[in-house]
């Protein structure tokens, strides 16, 4: 086992292509600022990393999934605003046609591709709200990131909305929040609040802990170490080994019996959904999909990124919600990406960074099956934007206090939320 506090450092989100936008191609694949350093020491088991508290697993009431499309997705592909004719005008080449499109009103449709979401859409359980976003434009993935994860505008706290969030809850155990990502923390999950992250539910283990350790020998050896040594790193052990302990229901866990898509997404939400069946008392879990920078070959309905994206992002949450099983009823997934995308298409049939998006909301407590957000207009123009209309903290505000009954004044520290109206009471 390796003990190692946590330091500042900065990684990425995506596989560099050769579509993708100098900034973002620079980074890996998996989350960013994933370095800034955690109160207290941190125990590192297998690829999985503890911060130090006693964990004490209990069932949790009600689970949130943060989902964050990681590049910057194109909203008005996913949501389509077919009664805005400015939109055919300003794409006369990539815009997904009316008569494609899916759960239409008098303004939006999906995109063809998100039909393994239609029974959801129509029995009420998934939601679109159009036009959200940051308060103020900021078009660099990297600081758009942590200031949409951080949620606190300047603010020089490095804590993230999501650990203020757990902070606010009962309990103190490592379990109650977890991110899928091979032991890479979202800015959302930074904080003095304890948080766990793993690649995966089969790395939460004691390296030697295996089938050559006959008599646990190795595992016994570490107690007799670690369990009475003073100080942090002590703590932090002991931490681990209590962790471990009490993740063992969720490693004893079968894989679900959903068909995910054989994707990097499909593959994280297979593990979100076996830890949450395991019902140790997760209620926090963030989870990646990459690959969202289309400045080029974001393609038509018929062919580009876009449609494979959106193919894979609709297989895997339809997958998901149906492999939880008696679990179901607690889950609440958000998506969530740091900025949008122009109106106006560029030469490469693609789009460059904007500011206005759509978030997804489904499962528990969502009032689904339609529209939300107030529509600004489109105007075609090379520089235009779709403009926010609505704070995305106010989306997230309704799913906090709804599903937590959380105050947003501690979890959005200085702001006021509007009513969105996409979440039902508790």
Same mark, same amino acid.
């Given at each position: 086992?390796?003990?190692?506090?946590?330091?500042?450092?900065?990684?990425?989100?995506?596989?560099?292509?050769?579509?993708?936008?100098?900034?973002?191609?620079?980074?890996?694949?998996?989350?960013?600022?994933?370095?800034?350093?955690?109160?207290?020491?941190?125990?590192?088991?297998?690829?999985?990393? &503890?911060?130090?508290?006693?964990?004490?697993?209990?069932?949790?009431?009600?689970?949130?999934?943060?989902?964050?499309?990681?590049?910057?997705?194109?909203?008005?592909?996913?949501?389509?605003?077919?009664?805005?004719?400015?939109?055919?005008?300003?794409?006369?080449?990539?815009?997904?046609?009316?008569?494609?499109?899916?759960?239409?009103?008098?303004?939006?449709?999906? #995109?063809?591709?998100?039909?393994?979401?239609?029974?959801?859409?129509?029995?009420?359980?998934?939601?679109?709200?159009?036009?959200?976003?940051?308060?103020?434009?900021?078009?660099? #993935?990297?600081?758009?990131?942590?200031?949409?994860?951080?949620?606190?505008?300047?603010?020089?706290?490095?804590?993230?909305?999501?650990?203020?969030? &757990?902070?606010?809850?009962?309990?103190?155990?490592?379990?109650?929040?977890?991110?899928?990502?091979?032991?890479?923390?979202?800015?959302?999950?930074?904080?003095?609040?304890?948080?766990?992250?793993?690649?995966?539910?089969?790395?939460?283990?004691?390296?030697?802990?295996?089938?050559?350790?006959?008599?646990?020998?190795?595992?016994?050896?570490? #107690? $007799?170490?670690?369990?009475?040594?003073?100080?942090?790193?002590?703590?932090?052990?002991?931490?681990?080994?209590?962790?471990?302990?009490?993740?063992?229901?969720?490693?004893?866990?079968?894989?679900?019996?959903?068909?995910?898509?054989?994707?990097?997404?499909?593959?994280?939400?297979?593990?979100?959904?076996?830890?949450?069946?395991?019902?140790?008392?997760?209620?926090?879990? $963030?989870?990646?999909?990459?690959?969202?920078? #289309?400045?080029?070959?974001?393609?038509?309905?018929?062919?580009?990124?876009?449609?494979?994206?959106?193919?894979?992002?609709?297989?895997?949450?339809?997958?998901?919600?149906?492999?939880?099983?008696?679990?179901?009823?607690?889950?609440?997934?958000?998506?969530?990406?740091?900025?949008?995308?122009?109106?106006?298409?560029?030469?490469?049939?693609?789009?460059?960074?904007?500011?206005?998006?759509?978030?997804?909301?489904?499962?528990?407590?969502?009032?689904?099956? $339609?529209?939300?957000?107030?529509?600004?207009?489109?105007?075609?123009?090379?520089?235009?934007?779709?403009?926010?209309? $609505?704070?995305?903290?106010?989306?997230?505000?309704?799913?906090?206090?709804?599903?937590?009954?959380?105050?947003?004044?501690?979890?959005?520290?200085?702001?006021?939320?509007?009513?969105?109206?996409?979440?039902?009471?508790?």
């Amino acid at each position: 086992m390796t003990l190692t506090p946590t330091s500042p450092t900065s990684a990425g989100v995506s596989a560099a292509t050769a579509a993708c936008c100098t900034e973002y191609a620079g980074m890996s694949r998996r989350g960013l600022f994933r370095g800034v350093a955690l109160a207290g020491a941190t125990a590192v088991v297998g690829s999985a990393v &503890v911060t130090a508290a006693p964990a004490r697993a209990a069932s949790a009431d009600s689970v949130l999934v943060v989902l964050s499309l990681r590049g910057a997705a194109d909203g008005l592909s996913m949501v389509v605003p077919h009664g805005d004719p400015v939109y055919y005008a300003a794409r006369p080449r990539i815009a997904i046609p009316s008569d494609r499109l899916l759960a239409k009103d008098g303004m939006f449709g999906l #995109h063809p591709k998100m039909a393994p979401l239609l029974p959801m859409w129509n029995a009420g359980r998934i939601a679109a709200v159009q036009a959200t976003g940051l308060p103020v434009a900021n078009r660099s #993935h990297f600081s758009a990131m942590e200031e949409l994860e951080d949620a606190d505008p300047g603010s020089s706290t490095r804590q993230g909305w999501l650990n203020r969030l &757990v902070g606010q809850l009962p309990g103190e155990s490592p379990l109650q929040a977890f991110s899928i990502g091979g032991g890479v923390l979202p800015a959302s999950m930074y904080g003095n609040a304890d948080v766990m992250s793993a690649a995966d539910v089969e790395s939460m283990k004691i390296p030697g802990d295996d089938q050559y350790d006959k008599n646990g020998g190795r595992v016994s050896s570490l #107690h $007799t170490l670690w369990d009475d040594h003073d100080g942090p790193l002590g703590k932090a052990m002991r931490s681990a080994f209590t962790a471990v302990k009490e993740f063992a229901p969720v490693t004893r866990t079968n894989d679900g019996v959903a068909a995910y898509p054989r994707t990097d997404l499909g593959r994280a939400l297979s593990e979100v959904a076996r830890i949450i069946r395991g019902d140790v008392g997760v209620e926090v879990l $963030t989870v990646d999909q990459g690959d969202w920078d #289309h400045h080029s070959d974001l393609g038509t309905a018929e062919w580009g990124r876009m449609n494979r994206n959106v193919e894979d992002l609709a297989g895997s949450l339809a997958a998901f919600f149906g492999d939880l099983g008696s679990q179901a009823s607690k889950v609440t997934v958000v998506t969530i990406s740091e900025f949008g995308r122009r109106v106006k298409e560029n030469a490469n049939f693609g789009l460059d960074h904007g500011y206005g998006n759509v978030m997804l909301v489904a499962g528990a407590g969502v009032k689904g099956g $339609t529209y939300y957000g107030r529509w600004p207009g489109l105007a075609n123009e090379t520089d235009a934007d779709l403009l926010v209309t $609505t704070d995305y903290r106010s989306v997230l505000s309704e799913v906090v206090s709804t599903r937590f009954g959380a105050s947003t004044a501690q979890v959005f520290p200085a702001f006021s939320p509007t009513s969105v109206g996409v979440m039902s009471a508790v």
